[in-house]
Nanobody, 115 residues
Framework: QVQLVESGGGLVQPGGSLRLSCAAS????????MGWYRQAPGKQREVVAS???????NYVDSVKGRFTISRDNAKRTVYLQMNSLKPEDTAVYYC?????????WGQGTQVTVSS
């Protein structure tokens, strides 16, 4: 059974930081490209950051310089370090695993940026 379990969300003030984690089980983690997506109320889900099996990263323009995605294949975990958070970063953040043949999603973790 494939599971992607996100953690680390919460309420933070503008300018603060959070670190999201996504622990994978049931898949050969190292062969999957991993990504973090987010969906704000009334908006479509968008990709925030991605990291390939080889470690190449990509970010949506709105988070460049503030967010960092990384992975630890030994721990089967992908991380999203979020700094200088803004109210517009408020959303449910989802972890995604993709090897072009199959794609899996986590349940999501809420991130709220508010004073």
């Amino acid at each position: 059974q494939v599971q992607l379990v996100e953690s680390g969300g919460g309420l933070v003030q503008p300018g603060g930081s959070l670190r999201l984690s996504c622990a994978a089980s049931g898949i050969m983690f190292s062969i999957y490209d991993m990504g973090w997506y987010r969906q704000a109320p009334g908006k479509q889900r968008e990709v925030v950051a991605s990291i390939t099996r080889g470690g190449s990263t990509n970010y949506v323009d709105s988070v460049k310089g503030r967010f960092t995605i990384s992975r630890d294949n030994a721990k089967r975990t992908v991380y999203l370090q979020m700094n200088s958070l803004k109210p517009e970063d408020t959303a449910v953040y989802y972890c995604n695993a993709d090897n072009t043949r199959r794609q899996y999603w986590g349940q999501g973790t809420q991130v709220t940026v508010s004073s």
